[in-house]
């Protein structure tokens, strides 16, 4: 049997991905120039271990693993604004999932009021609250923010209120 990718891609079109146990890489059989990936935020699995960063943002995506490339972008541009990046933020999609671990981290924004947090029910939105010891900030979705002015004003007053004052 040959070594050579040429015959491979007579029989497969697309990507192939080798997976290591330590390593994960791409090999592109056709020779084409890949297209430009849109930037993806990293996903946290809900699980124990200790987490990287301090801050936790929630959403509520049943249709994909990720962020929307619009959702991501604005909220680059709303951490920006508390002089905060998505590198120093990890991701929980809580669609679908368990209630999220949020032991270990300082904050947890939660873009969804699906949240699945061990809060009461009748918590206000907007407003920063303790859950152990984890500030919490419950809002709408970020596309729904995106939109309307009355929700971004209300982000931005308790955004300063825990992050900036």
Do not use: C
């Not at 509520?60 to 933020?89: C, F, M, Q, R, W």
């Amino acid at each position: 049997m040959s070594d050579s990718n040429d015959f491979l891609n007579f029989l497969i079109n697309e990507d192939i991905y080798v997976i290591d146990e330590n390593d994960v890489t791409s090999t592109n059989l056709s020779g084409e120039n890949e297209p430009e990936m849109v930037e993806e935020a990293e996903v946290r699995l809900n699980s124990p271990e200790k987490p990287k960063h301090e801050i936790l943002v929630l959403f509520d995506n049943p249709s994909a693993t990720n962020l929307s490339s619009d959702d991501l972008e604005y909220l680059g541009k709303i951490l920006g604004s508390i002089n905060l990046s998505k590198d120093h933020v990890e991701f929980l999609n809580v669609a679908g999932a368990s209630a999220p671990i949020t032991d270990g981290y300082k904050y947890v924004i939660a873009f969804t009021p699906n949240h699945q947090l061990s809060l009461d029910k009748s918590v206000q939105q907007y407003v920063a609250m303790n859950l152990g010891d984890t500030k919490v900030i419950i809002a709408d979705a970020l596309r729904n923010i995106s939109t309307s002015t009355d929700l971004r004003k209300k982000l931005w007053t308790v955004l300063q209120e825990v992050f900036v004052n």
